[in-house]
């Protein structure tokens, strides 16, 4: 299975076997919240696939390695792990890049901070700095992965407007609901407008999401799977075990 080339708070890497087992049959494969892309890189490639996140940065990163992956590589091809320079990449001005070098900031940023912040240098008493980004070769798999992708920019419920056929799967993996340590402005109110466009698709959904009451009360009507998965990222010890997470689909 490959790997994403990023971290990303709330990643599927730990249920990404029994989420890809659930898939079913499609010929659209959408994933409506890409953050890393665990599933999606970990799956057998679908005859059509859209991935779509509203982080612009994030999205640039994966069509520049889409496109210009060779010289992305180049470019990270004689840094290295250092407070100095993680400063200075986080203190750029966006507006004054280009495309690409946006991408390289992006990339250094999310692989050299704690948890893939990219808000605090990322250092280590008992592991080494995070090399692999600065190998060459290791863009040119996910670049080949993500030639026949759509890769689009949107908040989920335009993505869903413009994908839902009955022949199209979403793959919802949205910020959990009331969880600290997020800080996004995903609220009660965009869960439900997701719920009502769920509730209302053509095509078959599968969404992941933390085991909260309130969820269980929107999704009443689906079928709803609980499993649990521990976290280990997290700097306060207090925080890292194990949490309950939900599989709800239509099908
Ligand atoms: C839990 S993460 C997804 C993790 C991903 N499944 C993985 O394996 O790495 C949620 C993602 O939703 C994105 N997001 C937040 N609000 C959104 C919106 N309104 N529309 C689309 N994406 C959104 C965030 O940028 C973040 O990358």
Redesign the pocket.
Known sequence: MMK?PI???????KL?KEIISMIPDHTCYV??????????FGKEPSKVEVI????KE?INLFRMIKYHAPEIERMLEYEFSGRDIFEEYKNMTIENLTEIHRSVRFLYLISQSFAGKGNHYGYGTNSKPKPQIFYKGILNDIKERLRNTYVEN????K?IEKYDRDYTFF?A????FETAGYG???KEE?HLILRDKLKNIKGKFLL?INDHEKVREWYKDFNIKETEVSYSVAKDKKARGKYKELIITNY
């Open positions: 994403p971290t990303r708070m709330g990643g599927k890497s990404r994933e409506l919240f890409f953050g890393a892309g665990w599933v999606y779509n996140d509203i982080d994030l949107l908040s989920f419920e993505t793959f993996d949205p910020p959990y996004n402005s995903f965009e992941t």
